[in-house]
């Protein structure tokens, strides 16, 4: 059995009881589109946050639609994304008949976007910029915050990889206009199925969302407007109030893991791990490495017990669903080297002691 990237099945199998009885209460009131359930998760989820509002969504991408339908974004605008991040982040804006247009990411503290490329990228039809806290790890959110604010830009962040992420002692997805978030499985807020959310202060913004996500309706047969179905499922609504009473805690442990992992992995020369500014208390989703030998790493690990991963092992830049953009490769370096070189190891919070030392051993007898 291999050391798992991702902590689902344990953390299944460890809340068992209580995520069936979540399940169970729904089963009782047979009440399975939105109700109570949901409205309970959302007050949470906001509270949690540190945002006034909360709506629960079906996924992470129709969060970032949602959002983006609140704010009224139309073909013909362009909105910035970082060039290395998961489709989702551009996909939503090019749904919404936009123009994703992408940024170059940091090239020393983080993965994110790199402010000072932000001015090149910026033109008169921009109206929205999303940043992505990727792997966990918060944005230089002021300096995005001033630059939105000079350009008049809205900003959202895509936390699908980042609950719990603090910048600056606040929450991520209280840090922009919008936050955004996946509740995939596999995140550190997980459901057991897909599911999503948006958190906001702008009430205008969550009465436009509540349309989107429910087929436009203004009461059941008026619809307003052309929109979608997007509802957080109730019974996911169940499993992840459950599940939000141990994030701090499973996060806390994800650093204590990234830090025993950091430490153990020091000295290797040839394998680079990026230091996070001190503004931020990153949630780590992954732990992240780099390493020209990426790939043989991820097998040498693989036949050593651990599994890895990559995230993602192609820029935006470089996928062919965006090739309609004619972005340049060669204007993106930092994206397109990061990803041939990162590598996803284990950071989970179900991690126990030795599987830890197995992996700085796995790691360590591959580069020593
Ligand atoms: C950065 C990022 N944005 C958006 C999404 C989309 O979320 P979902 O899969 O719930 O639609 C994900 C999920 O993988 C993600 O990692």
């Not at 059995?1 to 009131?29: G, H, N």
């Not at 013909?76 to 994304?81: F, I, N, R």
């Not at 910029?129 to 230089?140: N, R, T």
């Not at 915050?145 to 002692?169: M, P, T, V, W």
Request: aromatic content about 8%; some cysteine; charged content about 25%.
């Amino acid at each position: 059995m291999l050391i798992p990237l991702f902590s689902v099945a344990r953390e299944v199998q460890s809340l068992r009881k209580e995520l069936e009885s979540a399940v169970a209460q729904v089963f009782d009131t047979a009440h399975f589109i939105s109700g109570a359930e949901v409205e309970k998760f959302e007050d949470e989820f906001a509270k949690y946050c540190g945002t006034k509002f909360c709506v629960g969504i079906a996924n992470g991408t129709d969060s970032l639609r949602a959002a983006l339908f609140a704010l009224g974004v139309k073909p013909g605008d362009e909105v910035l994304v970082p060039a290395f991040t998961f489709t989702a982040t551009a996909e939503a804006v090019a749904l919404s008949g936009a123009r994703p247009v992408f940024v170059e990411i940091n090239s020393d503290r983080d993965y994110n976007i790199f402010t000072d490329a932000l001015n090149d990228a910026v033109t008169s039809r921009t109206v929205a910029l999303i940043v992505v806290h990727l792997y966990g790890i918060p944005a230089e959110m002021d300096e995005l915050r001033s630059f939105c604010k000079r350009h008049h830009l809205a900003l959202i962040e895509d936390a699908a990889q980042a609950h719990g992420a603090l910048y600056k002692n606040k929450k991520v997805g209280s840090l922009g206009d919008i936050g955004c978030f996946s509740f995939y499985p596999t995140k550190n807020l997980g459901a057991c199925g897909d599911a999503g959310a948006l958190t906001t202060d702008n009430e205008e913004v969550v009465r436009k969302v509540r349309l989107f996500i429910n087929h436009g309706r203004k009461t059941h047969n008026e619809h307003t407007v052309v929109g979608t179905n997007a509802r957080l499922d109730t019974i996911q609504a169940s499993i992840l109030q459950t599940k939000l009473k141990y994030l701090d805690e499973w996060n806390e442990k994800r650093r204590a893991n990234w830090k025993r992992l950091k430490d153990g992995l020091s000295g290797i020369k040839s394998l680079r791990i990026r230091t996070p500014s001190s503004n931020v208390s990153p949630s780590w989703h992954i732990f992240i490495g780099e390493t020209e030998k990426r790939d043989a790493l991820l097998s040498h690990l693989k036949s050593n017990g651990v599994d890895s991963g990559v995230h993602y092992p192609f820029s935006l830049v470089e996928l062919e669903a965006y090739k309609y953009l004619e972005a340049r490769k060669e204007d993106f370096p930092e994206a397109v080297s990061a990803a041939s070189k990162v590598i996803s190891l284990p950071v989970h919070p179900f991690l126990k002691d030795s599987e830890l030392e197995k992996i700085i051993a796995a790691v360590r007898g591959f580069f020593l």
